[in-house]
């Protein structure tokens, strides 16, 4: 970690990495307005706060049984090969469910399936991209690049939902399902361009053994599991988002428009804090700054729940982006800078298990409780 640290900014020099941050952003917006119409439509179908918190149960379920197979494939496969693939397939069912809603022919088994099959899919291919963008840039760039991939994240996260509960009014759930099928074209693009073709390191083990080998590494790395079981409990706490609808009809009277803004306020908030970072050196001490930022996000949390007026609703769900965004900012760059490259699709599928499960279990009890 004696590398000097870079502004974010600086790893857009090199064109792969452009490419796929550019490709990535089109295609997570297209994610984001698929599980707004998700939300959406689950709402309109039952009116149930308990189905709504089941998504997230359904989406955390496949993380939990693929996602460590997932680090497992990044290890040993073509990164790029696995990423064509699933992008393909992730293409298709948002196709399916853009037909099913055209059709009048979606229910509750059939979003139940499909959100779980594609969750089971980038589940899989995860740790494959986690595990690809550090081979695009410098080591000493590493920090810029997990923030440059966090705003874009956020910016699509603050900017889809919006445009998809604006999609949703104007042209229904089935152009909104369609538009998410072709937004990963932009990655398909993006990677039959790229020139970098990175050595796919050897394992000396396979299966169960180098499973084992991650988890090993893992718990023998005190500082990475510490921050991803805080990251964990702070969001399974703190989810809040399954709720959103409930929130925009009953507490605020505001419709598809008005949840697509709740929704978007805490990613309006993480855009402004991952520009932030982008713009400024990593400090040292960054175990520090997770601890101040999960205590900040946890504050926003606590307000929002208390508060019934929008505008200081929607600006304590801003605060809490900005905060989990700055702790996100952290946390890549720390597991990029002390992981080994013939480890990184392993440990990327074990933070993902922790920053996936904290949320979508989260959304499971938020609807439970709730019901």
Same mark, same amino acid.
């Given at each position: 970690?004696?590398?000097?640290?870079?502004?974010?900014?600086?790893?857009?020099?090199?064109?792969?990495?452009?490419?796929?941050?550019?490709?990535? *952003?089109?295609?997570? $917006? /297209?994610?984001? +307005?698929?599980?707004?119409?998700?939300?959406? %439509?689950?709402?309109?179908?039952?009116?149930?706060?308990?189905?709504? /918190?089941?998504?997230?149960?359904?989406?955390? $379920?496949?993380?939990?049984?693929?996602?460590?197979?997932?680090?497992?494939?990044?290890?040993?496969?073509?990164?790029?090969?696995?990423?064509?693939?699933?992008?393909?397939?992730?293409?298709?069912?948002?196709?399916?469910?853009?037909?099913?809603?055209?059709?009048?022919?979606?229910?509750?088994?059939? =979003?139940?399936?499909?959100?779980?099959?594609?969750?089971?899919?980038?589940?899989?291919?995860?740790?494959?991209? %986690?595990?690809?963008?550090?081979?695009?840039?410098?080591?000493?760039?590493?920090?810029?690049?997990?923030?440059?991939? =966090?705003?874009?994240? %956020?910016?699509?996260?603050?900017?889809?939902?919006?445009?998809?509960?604006?999609?949703?009014?104007?042209?229904? #759930?089935?152009?909104?399902?369609?538009?998410?099928?072709?937004?990963?074209?932009?990655?398909?693009?993006?990677?039959?361009?790229?020139?970098?073709?990175?050595?796919?390191?050897?394992?000396?083990?396979?299966?169960?053994?180098?499973?084992?080998?991650?988890?090993?590494?893992?718990? /023998? +790395?005190?500082?990475?599991?510490?921050?991803?079981?805080?990251?964990?409990?702070?969001?399974?706490?703190?989810?809040?988002?399954?709720?959103?609808?409930?929130? *925009?009809?009953?507490?605020?009277?505001?419709?598809?428009?008005?949840?697509?803004?709740?929704?978007?306020?805490?990613?309006?908030?993480?855009? =402004?804090?991952?520009?932030? +970072?982008?713009?400024?050196?990593?400090?040292?001490?960054?175990?520090?700054?997770?601890?101040?930022?999960?205590?900040?996000?946890?504050?926003?949390?606590? /307000?929002?729940?208390?508060?019934?007026?929008?505008?200081?609703? #929607? #600006?304590?769900?801003?605060?809490?982006?900005?905060?989990? *965004?700055?702790?996100?900012?952290?946390?890549?760059?720390?597991?990029?800078?002390?992981?080994?490259?013939?480890?990184?699709?392993?440990?990327?599928? *074990?933070?993902?298990?922790?920053?996936?499960?904290?949320?979508?279990?989260?959304?499971?009890?938020?609807? #439970?409780?709730?019901?």
């Amino acid at each position: 970690m004696a590398d000097t640290p870079q502004r974010a900014y600086r790893s857009l020099r090199h064109r792969d990495f452009r490419l796929l941050w550019f490709a990535d *952003a089109v295609s997570m $917006l /297209g994610t984001q +307005m698929q599980r707004v119409a998700i939300g959406w %439509q689950v709402y309109e179908l039952t009116g149930d706060p308990l189905q709504l /918190g089941l998504l997230g149960l359904v989406r955390f $379920l496949p993380v939990l049984l693929f996602g460590l197979v997932g680090g497992v494939i990044a290890d040993q496969r073509d990164r790029r090969v696995i990423l064509l693939a699933s992008s393909s397939v992730l293409a298709a069912s948002s196709g399916a469910l853009a037909v099913a809603s055209w059709t009048d022919s979606a229910s509750m088994p059939l =979003i139940y399936g499909i959100s779980f099959f594609s969750a089971a899919v980038s589940a899989i291919a995860g740790p494959s991209r %986690q595990a690809l963008f550090p081979a695009l840039v410098p080591r000493a760039e590493l920090a810029g690049a997990a923030t440059l991939n =966090i705003l874009a994240m %956020q910016t699509a996260a603050v900017t889809g939902p919006a445009i998809g509960g604006v999609v949703i009014g104007l042209g229904g #759930l089935s152009l909104t399902y369609a538009l998410d099928a072709l937004s990963f074209g932009a990655v398909l693009i993006a990677l039959l361009l790229m020139r970098a073709r990175p050595e796919v390191p050897p394992l000396l083990v396979t299966g169960f053994a180098a499973a084992k080998e991650g988890f090993t590494f893992l718990f /023998g +790395m005190p500082i990475l599991l510490a921050v991803m079981s805080l990251d964990f409990f702070a969001t399974f706490f703190g989810a809040s988002t399954t709720l959103l609808p409930i929130f *925009a009809e009953q507490v605020f009277g505001m419709g598809a428009a008005g949840y697509g803004l709740l929704v978007s306020a805490p990613a309006a908030g993480a855009v =402004i804090g991952s520009l932030v +970072m982008s713009v400024l050196r990593m400090p040292r001490r960054v175990g520090l700054g997770i601890v101040v930022a999960v205590a900040a996000y946890g504050a926003c949390l606590l /307000g929002f729940g208390l508060s019934r007026t929008v505008w200081l609703s #929607l #600006l304590l769900l801003a605060g809490s982006g900005a905060a989990d *965004a700055v702790s996100m900012a952290f946390r890549h760059t720390i597991r990029n800078l002390v992981t080994p490259d013939q480890l990184r699709g392993r440990i990327a599928a *074990a933070h993902s298990t922790f920053a996936m499960g904290g949320p979508q279990l989260g959304e499971f009890e938020a609807g #439970l409780v709730a019901a």
